[in-house]
């Protein structure tokens, strides 16, 4: 299995609503990542985490949340949004931690906060 | 400071033709990593080529080619008889060695293949 799955596939919230997505994934890989993309824009790396320890925050405002219950699945907890966050929040993973270790990436959740 | 840039926007070609998308770097180190990268439509991006700054030999891979030159500090990918199922957006990235958390992606470039 070399797929990473990502639930749900579009995501409609209100500024007010607490909500969460979902990353899955089975090739055994430590390294798991969060990336958020606008609209004709490169995406933007939020979150990493190794061996399941949050290893990198980008400075990312604290309404958005992850969590890593174990080495297979990655959450990323939403609360309080703006509009502004609406954009297609990626999922990513790699055999070990490193930017430069071969990424597989998740068809992405694409997220409107109305 | 570390800078990619893809000067093309959008590219437009009718297929079997030859394109290639520019990619140029900037970085005062001399250990990096560059990796090529493509999102079709569905969304996901997928992983195409990742080389280090000490191998700049020229890589083909069926109807792909990326042609490394650090004197130019540029790592351009050339597809050859383009087809339809090549339409994506395609992202040119750095990663320095010395900081192998961060990477830095370029604008992108939008390739449409016509029939």
């Known amino acids: 299995d070399t797929e990473v799955t990502q639930t749900p596939k579009h995501l409609v919230m209100g500024m007010t609503n607490k909500k969460s997505l979902k990353c899955e994934q089975h090739?055994?890989?430590?390294?798991m990542y969060w990336y958020k993309q606008k609209a004709k824009k490169p995406p933007e790396l939020m979150f990493v985490?190794?061996?399941?320890?949050?290893?990198i925050n980008e400075s990312v405002p604290s309404r958005f949340s992850p969590e890593c219950p174990n080495s297979s699945l990655l959450n990323l907890h939403l609360h309080a949004l703006q509009p502004e966050d609406s954009a297609l929040y990626l999922c990513?993973?790699?055999?070990?931690?490193?930017?430069?270790?071969?990424?597989?990436f998740g068809p992405g959740t694409r997220l409107t906060v109305l | 400071a570390q800078k990619v840039t893809q000067a093309q926007t959008e590219i437009s070609v009718v297929e079997k033709e030859d394109v290639t998308l520019d990619c140029v770097y900037e970085t005062r180190d001399t250990t990096y990593y560059l990796f090529w990268y493509k999102q079709p439509p569905s969304g996901e991006l997928v992983f195409l080529i990742r080389?280090?700054?000490?191998?700049?030999q020229n890589e083909i891979s069926g109807r792909y080619s990326w042609n490394f030159q650090k004197s130019t500090s540029s790592f351009n990918f050339t597809h050859t008889a383009s087809q339809v199922v090549d339409s994506a957006v395609y992202f040119c990235a750095l990663i320095l060695y010395s900081s192998a958390s961060k990477i830095i992606f370029g604008s992108g470039t939008r390739l449409s293949i016509r029939p």
């Open positions: 090739m055994g890989h430590r390294a």
């Open positions: 985490y190794s061996y399941e320890k949050l290893s």
């Open positions: 990513a993973s790699s055999q070990e931690f490193g930017l430069n270790n071969e990424q597989f």
């Open positions: 080389r280090n700054s000490f191998d700049e």
